[in-house]
């Protein structure tokens, strides 16, 4: 398919993951995308997959820290000028601590809601000017099934996860007669890094057995327990592209069936 031959898109977290995938899936698809991530050797190991599929000269890879408002404004600005506009951004990054509630540090709570939500925002307010002006702008945000369902010892995640599901709502609604759409994606159950590592991050004294509406029903890849990365990617690529332009202020939940 070539649903974005002619789209400009940029992508946060793109060094691993979901935002890999959907970077490897847009380019696949004829996209001219900007990658972002907070890890030099993440993107370095994108644009390695990027020139291995013969899409790199469709790619420009660019180290972030999206919680920081001034790179924020600088990257976007620079991205968008590069680019002669902007058609689509997807906000994957995300960062995840775990921790009893009573436990919670202030600083593990900050850091969390500032590179999650506020992140989301910071990136959102400096790209929605290009994306306003394209007249199809699509914002493609992450809540996670943490937004909606219980997830133990990950109060400040599912927080910050329940701030950006409302976000994107209320932009669905301001900039909908402006011609802007903006959808949630909320992955579970999928074989990611930050995923892979949740149970390693739990507190002493924690409860396996809270974690057993997690489970998807469907089996990924090589009938692996978790989904693949790629399965979210294709979906992203549904909404942003105009096959989704019926699609808009609402969430699409890829977990399984985990939480059916």
Not at 24 to 33: F, H, P, W
Not at 82 to 100: E, P, R
Not at 218 to 240: E, K, P, Q, Y
């Amino acid at each position: 398919m070539d649903r974005f031959t002619d789209r400009r898109v940029i992508v946060t977290g793109a060094g691993s993951g979901i935002g890999a995938a959907t970077t490897a899936r847009l380019l696949d698809e004829g996209a001219t995308v900007v990658a972002f991530d907070i890890s030099a050797d993440g993107l370095a190991a994108t644009a390695a997959a990027a020139a291995q599929a013969g899409t790199d000269k469709q790619l420009t890879t660019g180290v972030l820290d999206i919680a920081v408002e001034d790179d924020v404004i600088a990257a976007v600005d620079t991205a968008v000028a590069d680019l002669g506009g902007l058609d689509v951004l997807v906000n994957v990054a995300a960062m995840q601590t775990c921790s009893h509630t009573h436990e919670t540090t202030l600083a593990d709570w900050n850091r969390t809601l500032a590179v999650n939500l506020t992140g989301t925002f910071l990136m959102t307010r400096q790209a929605l000017p290009a994306l306003l002006a394209s007249g199809r702008g699509v914002v493609v945000n992450f809540t996670s099934t943490a937004a909606t369902f219980a997830h133990p010892y990950m109060a400040a995640y599912a927080a910050s996860k329940g701030g950006i599901l409302s976000f994107t709502h209320s932009l669905a609604l301001e900039y909908s007669k402006q011609g802007l759409r903006a959808v949630n994606i909320q992955p579970g159950g999928v074989s990611t890094a930050l995923a892979n590592s949740t149970l390693d991050k739990m507190p002493d004294g924690y409860d396996i057995g809270l974690w057993a509406k997690q489970t998807p029903l469907l089996h990924g890849t090589d009938n692996a327990i978790l989904g693949d990365a790629s399965a979210v990617a294709s979906v992203i690529a549904m909404v942003a592209s105009d096959d989704g332009a019926f699609v808009t202020g609402t969430e699409i939940r890829v977990d399984g069936g985990a939480h059916a």
